[in-house]
């Protein structure tokens, strides 16, 4: 995206909502509150809101959430989802036992 | 928009933020300027969180000791976030005598300057953390080390300065500073002039080119490092973790996950394709040097990966302070990769150094100017 975006426009205040308790990343437990309330601190991108409050850091990586989460803080920001680019995708796609992604490369080296 | 300021500051990692904020409780009024989308895209979140004294050089040593004496221990009050900060002890760990060697240096140079650190051997380790295999033979020990969330933390001086009324815009890559009437005075980007009376160039590896524009050259370059973290765990112990080599490093966090970051030693030639991306080979032999040491953890999943760039100078320590010959400009970059636990006592000082002329810990062996050519 890379264009400028200046951290003290004005978004409004934050309005407690009914549904603020609500679950929206469930592997983590972050709720609809908690994602509001982290845009009225200033986490504006997707990236911002994962590395402050961890949703989509689970077990299942955002994938039952991030597109919740999206349409969450684009609400709040009064845009379009489509102007929010999606956190990062890290390897592995699937949790995998460090045993089996050790073994990427034959056990000879014992001496390292 | 804003683009006037009494200090502008370059790069919004933590660095960046933890001077805004610094400065803005004093009440100057700040801009900081982030090339990235993103506050605290670079190093800020991508390392392994260590708050450690134990193994730095000595010319960084002070002022890490002041950050953790006088900051650390009441950050997350003063940022209202959960920092994670746990001073429970950095082992650093060896399994060969040619560790011990360097671990044993790098404790004697670090109690010469006042650091409670010792070494201790195989069974006091496993005293201290009986997860450790048998092939631990010896670590040096440093109480006072510990560990705590880069990315709360980060955030966390990001929304406290903001709170204070800092302007921070993210997207806005600074392309060159201009000097006027012989004082550092404006910040180019692409899209607008800034203007300030200071300005601290803090934007990591991206230093070294704004510098260049006013005629100041930093010696560094670019270093992949690479960190995991697995799934939570049931809770194993509170220390952060090293090795004589740096084979890993890590710690376990409060969410329950183990964070662990290392090398491949294949870092330098690294592919770069312009963001820092994890090679296939690297995850996996960090996999093998933790399983080494901490043989339970065999069966822990891996759910994410990533990898930073460190801005390393050829010294291994960073740059720090005034600019002789431009009046007005500040540096702070090349952390060299552990530029996270040094961030408080960083960005509390430059504020100082910014508003008063002068610091509580001397910056002297930290200044730009000090690389010579061998002969």
Known sequence: ?112 | MKTKAEVIIIGGGIIGCATAYYLAKMGIEVIVLEGSDHIGNGGSSRNGGGVRQSGRDVRELPLVMYGIRNLWPTLSEELEVDCEYHQDGNLRLGKTEKHREILTRLADSARNVGLDVRMIDGDEVRAINPYLSDEVICASWCPTDGHANPLTTTLGYYKMARRLGVTFITGEPVTELRVIKGKIRQVITPNHVYEGENVLVAAGLDSREILTTVGIDIPMTNSLLECLVTEAQPHMFDQMLGTAEADFYGHQTKHGSFVFGGSSGLERYNKDNGTPVNSSKTAPCICRGIMKYFPDLANAKIVRTWAGWMDASSDGVPSLGTVDEIPGLYVACAFNGHGFGIAPAVGEQLAKLIVTGKTDVDLGELHYDRYKAKI
């Open chain 1, 1 to 112: 995206m890379n264009s400028v975006n200046d951290r003290s426009r004005d978004i409004g205040p934050f309005v407690p909502g009914p549904d603020d308790d609500m679950l929206i990343c469930r592997c983590e437990e972050i709720t609809k509150g908690e994602i509001r309330m982290a845009v009225h601190d200033g986490m504006w991108t997707l990236t911002e809101i994962r590395r402050y409050l961890r949703t989509g850091m689970g077990l299942c990586q955002g994938q039952t959430c991030s597109r919740l989460v999206k349409g969450i803080v684009a609400r709040e920001l009064g845009i379009s989802p489509a102007e929010l680019e999606p956190a990062t995708s890290r390897v592995p796609m699937r949790p995998i036992e460090m045993k089996i992604f050790a073994n990427e490369a034959p056990d000879e080296r014992e001496d390292g």
